[in-house]
């Protein structure tokens, strides 16, 4: 934009006025702003300095205030085209004007006008300060409709019979604790498993009294079992839900009947078996290039179509 | 029960101005004149009994209204309805359309400079402006001017109290008297008064 060499040679020539555009109500805000703080008479606006001014001010709009900026381009091209009629020469004879004279005029009305504005916002005080008769209008109420109770009062009472309240004197302090992740559980199970051939799922939950414990190792025992890392098997429901280990390779579900666990080779203790699927626990590559390796690799068994190296 | 009382119930129970020819429909009796002069002469009752409420004479009517100097007791309840005061550009759109009336938003716009159609629409829902012709020319465009809300909110007895714009220190002239571009030499503005 043309504007940014305008207002660099401004700095170095004249006094640099620091305006602040967001304070102003609009181009021709700006303009009187300029005029009047300076105490340039407006019927001699020295129309170069004013342009050059107007010019550097808004360069302070950024690229992503444009919506407003639109108002303070169109002045300035106004201005531009003045400063460019002042300098063609002017044929005595001719009727034309001055070729402020309109910018005059709407500064001056503009003027006028905000002197308006202060007085009405005067009278505006003075009259918030007397009150009428106190009439607030009434709020209106949601209709609510009358709709038939499809359970009876003998229905509430049983289900409130039920309801046990705790003691309020044995309830701690609530405090926000930790959030339990699936991961932990699917590491709780996998130890488990690696140590026994089969585990109760109650006994998962040793130690854990919330809720959200059981939740997520039911999840966690079924997303294992889902990538095949386990069977999961109960006889009869809300009997014990039982968690078996699965070896690689070994596709056929257990028979029923016979302790399957008596059949499971005996896994050292400490042992850790670890999920094909899993990342390594601390083992990380040091060379990024062993990354790049390994993401190669799995790029060309993902890519199908011919081999283009 | 004289006129007096008649007139002061109507003026109580009102929650807006009343014009005097609207009280006077409360009993055959009583005529605009009578009105006037039974307010008179609730005023010198009110002024006289050092009462904390006064008739007004506010946007075309008549209408009691505590006076200024309770505000601070008054402001502390939430039951007491208060207009919210209005914005610098509501301000100068209005003090526009109050002054140019009836006035399209494209002269509006030329006198601010900037774009007012959000601002008119605000002042319209308030109830401060409103369409109240169109106007020739292409489009037919809408044009504005005052309510009684507006007189009512800026506590002005009819438009004429709006201040005379020669009364204004900014004076627009007819001739603008231009001189030369004067690029260094700072003079002092003229006395246009």
């Known amino acids: ?309 | 029960m004289n006129i007096t009382q008649i007139v002061e119930a109507v003026l109580f129970a009102s929650d807006a101005p009343l014009k005097a020819e609207e009280i006077a429909r409360a009993d055959g009796s009583l005529d605009e004149d009578i009105v006037e002069e039974a307010i008179r002469a609730l005023q010198d009752q009110y002024g006289d009994s050092e009462r904390s409420f006064q008739v007004v004479e506010l946007a075309e009517g008549f209408q009691i209204l505590t006076r200024s100097e309770f505000a601070p007791y008054l402001e502390r309840f939430d039951t007491v309805p208060r207009p919210s005061r209005l914005s610098g550009p509501a301000l100068e759109t209005l003090a526009i359309i109050a002054y140019r009336q009836p006035i399209g938003r494209i002269e509006i716009e030329y006198v601010r400079g900037v774009a007012c159609g959000g601002v008119i629409r605000t002042l319209q829902d308030r109830g401060l402006v409103d369409v109240v012709a169109r106007g020739e020319g292409i489009g037919r465009p809408l044009l504005y001017g005052t309510t009684k809300r507006f007189l009512n909110h800026f506590g002005f007895r009819s438009i004429d109290d709006l201040p005379r714009s020669e009364e204004l220190p900014v004076v627009l002239l007819e001739g603008i008297p231009l001189g030369a571009e004067e690029e260094d030499v700072v003079t002092t503005e003229p006395d246009h008064g």
């Open chain 1, 1 to 309: 934009m043309d504007l940014s060499r305008a207002g660099n040679t401004l700095i170095t020539r004249e006094n640099f006025l620091v305006v602040e555009l967001d304070r102003f109500q609009g181009p021709l805000d700006l303009l009187l702003h300029l005029i009047r703080q300076q105490d340039v008479d407006i019927f001699h606006i020295p129309l170069a300095r004013i342009t050059d001014q107007f010019l550097a001010a808004i360069q302070t709009i950024r690229s992503d205030q444009l919506e407003g900026a639109g108002e303070f381009l169109e002045m300035a091209a106004t201005l531009i085209r003045i400063k460019a009629q002042m300098l063609l020469p002017r044929q005595e004879g001719e009727e034309d004007q001055d070729p402020r004279a309109e910018l005059v005029r709407r500064l001056l009305e503009y003027e006028q006008i905000r002197e308006i504005s202060s007085r009405l916002k005067t009278a505006e005080a003075e009259r918030a300060r007397r009150f009428a008769k106190g009439w607030v209008p009434a709020r209106p109420r949601p209709e609510i409709s009358d709709t038939p109770l499809e359970t009876t009062w003998e229905d509430v009472w049983e289900v409130a019979l039920m309801v046990e309240l705790s003691d309020p004197a044995g309830r701690g302090p609530l405090v926000p604790t930790r959030s339990v992740t699936m991961e932990d559980k699917i590491f709780l199970i996998v130890d488990a498993l690696a140590e026994k051939a089969r585990v109760e799922f109650s006994r998962l939950l040793c130690g854990f009294e919330d809720k959200a414990h059981a939740v997520m190792t039911l999840l966690a025992g079924l997303e294992l079992s889902r990538r095949r890392e386990l069977f999961l098997r109960q006889v009869t429901p809300f009997s014990e839900l039982w968690l078996y280990r699965r070896r690689e390779g070994d596709e056929t579900s257990l028979t029923e009947g016979g302790d399957p666990a008596l059949e499971e080779p005996e896994i050292p203790h400490g042992t850790r078996r670890r999920p094909a699927w899993m990342p390594p626990e601390e083992e990380e590559p040091e060379d990024p290039l062993a990354v790049l390796d390994v993401n190669l690799d799995a790029l060309d068994e993902d890519t199908v179509g011919p081999e283009t190296t």
